[in-house]
């Protein structure tokens, strides 16, 4: 069975600093990939998806991933973080075919003024 | 922008009652699913839903658990007899496309529902 890992638990930054979120996958086969965040109070929303093609994604609010198949790895980017991007984030795993998204535990980014 | 409805956003029940989650998916979409997410866990999937079927569950989905699409807009998740470690949140999503490979799950705020 596929699992995801999300290394970073916790995550506190200042606001400009630039953010790096680690997910790890383990499959065997071919998946699909996405970002999901949490704001406070309100409900999962898509931040950025990985089908095929450019390895290089970019999604809402300037944020990019980049899947690196040798590693197994999706890891999420933003070069300049705001305070309204304090929320929790989760990675997430879709094999080809299937229906079941398998989520990683997510990181809490609390960015400070 | 359409967005995935559900219904209570919070749901207190004693043990051994059945509750019904309900949920409204983006109007034209064809796929329907539920997950759960118990406090500091991860979201697990439970059941995905395609043309009044089940198309796939997890081991989790026993036979407490049922859903329905009863008409037109609602699918519900029915749990015949709550237990306490059923207390979590219950998250509905939906999706439009039969091609999973390009497909993209939309997810509702989320009913909390506390087992005592």
């Known amino acids: 069975a596929q699992s995801v890992s999300q290394h970073n638990h916790h995550v506190i930054l200042s606001e400009a600093a630039s953010l790096e979120l680690g997910c790890n996958y383990s499959y065997g086969g071919t998946v699909n990939l996405f970002w999901y965040v949490q704001y406070p109070g309100q409900h999962l929303q898509l931040l950025l998806k990985y089908f095929s093609g450019d390895p290089l994604v970019k999604g809402i609010k300037g944020f990019e991933a980049e899947f690196i198949k040798s590693k197994f790895s999706f890891n999420l980017r933003k070069p300049s973080v705001q305070w309204s991007d304090t929320a929790e984030y989760f990675c997430a795993v879709l094999p080809t075919g299937r229906r079941a998204l398998t989520f990683g535990s997510g990181t809490r980014l609390q960015v400070q003024p | 922008e359409p967005e995935v409805t559900q219904t209570p956003s919070h749901q207190v029940t004693q043990m051994g009652q059945e509750v019904i989650l309900r949920c409204v998916p983006i109007?034209?979409?064809?796929?329907f699913y539920w997950y759960r997410q118990i406090l500091g866990q991860k979201v697990e999937f439970l059941v995905s839903f395609y043309n009044n079927e089940i198309s796939e569950k997890s081991e989790i989905f026993d036979d407490q658990f049922s859903v329905e699409r009863p008409d037109g807009s609602n699918f519900t998740l029915k749990i015949r007899s709550t237990k306490l470690e059923d207390s979590a949140m219950y998250f509905c999503?939906?999706?439009?496309?039969?091609?999973?490979?390009?497909?993209?799950?939309?997810f509702g705020p989320g009913t909390r529902l506390t087992v005592l």
């Open positions: 109007s034209n979409h064809l796929y």
């Open positions: 999503a939906s999706s439009a496309a039969v091609d999973a490979s390009t497909d993209t799950q939309y």
